[in-house]
C-alpha cells in the first residue's frame, strides 16, 4: 500500500508540474523570443527505438520552445539554437521490468541579438526523460505514440532550458547587456548547435 501511494504522489506531483505552462512564467530578465531554430539531421537513434525524422523532431521542439518561452515579452531579443543529438522513443515491452524509457540528447546556445553572440561560453548539453505519470509508470512504449513521446520529451526538454536560463540571470542583467553591446561584433559564424547562425538585423519574434 506504502509503494502504491507513493507511486500516485508521484504522479500527482508530475501531472501538476507538466501543467506549469498555465502559470506566469518566472522572471529572468528582459527577454523575449526571436529565433527559434531546431536542427535535427544529425540526431541517431539509441538503442531499441521508434524512429522520428529529422522535420518531426524540428516541429515538436520549435512547437515546445515556442509555447514555453513566447510566454516572455521583454524588451530585449535572445535567439534559442537547439541540435537534436540523439534519442530512444520507448519502445513496447515488459511492464516496468524490461520496457525502456524515452531519451532526448540535445545541445543549446542561446544569442544575444543586438550584440550579435553567443551569451554562453560553451554550448549546453541537456539529457532530458520522460517524466512520471500514469503512463510512462508502465512504460511509454505500452501506453503512448511516438508522436505523444516525443511531444513530452520536447516539453520537458523546453522546461530544462527555461530552468538553465532562470539558474544563469547573471547574464540577463543590464549590466550584462551594456558590456556585451560595447563588444565588437564577431564576423559571422554557424551557431554551434544547429550550423545556422542567426542574423540580428532580421530578427523578429517567433510568436
Not at 500500500?1 to 507513493?6: E, I
Not at 505500452?142 to 513530452?152: G, H, P, V
Request: aromatic share 8%.
Amino acid at each position: 500500500m506504502r509503494s502504491l501511494l507513493a507511486v500516485l504522489a508521484l504522479t500527482f506531483l508530475a501531472a501538476c508540474a507538466a501543467d506549469d505552462l498555465s502559470q506566469p512564467p518566472t522572471d529572468f530578465g528582459e527577454f523575449a523570443l526571436g529565433y527559434n531554430i531546431v536542427v535535427a539531421k544529425n540526431a541517431k537513434p539509441i538503442g531499441p527505438s521508434r524512429t522520428a525524422t529529422a522535420e518531426e523532431w524540428e516541429t515538436v521542439l520549435k512547437e515546445a520552445i515556442g509555447a514555453r518561452f513566447g510566454r516572455y515579452d521583454g524588451d530585449k531579443l535572445y535567439h534559442i539554437g537547439i541540435g537534436v543529438d540523439g534519442y530512444a522513443l520507448a519502445v513496447p515491452g515488459v511492464p516496468v521490468v524490461l520496457s525502456p524509457k524515452s531519451v532526448l540528447a540535445i545541445t543549446v546556445d542561446v544569442w544575444d541579438d543586438t550584440a550579435g553572440r553567443k551569451i554562453n561560453a560553451e554550448p549546453k548539453t541537456f539529457t532530458v526523460f520522460e517524466r512520471l505519470s500514469g503512463e510512462t509508470v508502465v512504460g511509454s512504449g505500452l501506453t503512448q505514440t511516438k508522436e505523444q513521446q516525443m511531444a513530452n520529451l520536447s516539453a520537458n526538454a523546453a522546461r530544462l532550458i527555461n530552468n538553465w536560463l532562470i539558474e544563469n540571470g547573471a547574464w540577463f542583467t543590464l549590466e550584462a547587456v551594456a558590456a556585451r553591446a560595447l563588444l565588437p561584433k564577431p564576423d559571422a559564424a554557424p551557431l554551434p548547435a544547429t550550423e545556422a547562425a542567426p542574423a540580428a538585423s532580421q530578427a523578429a519574434p517567433a510568436n
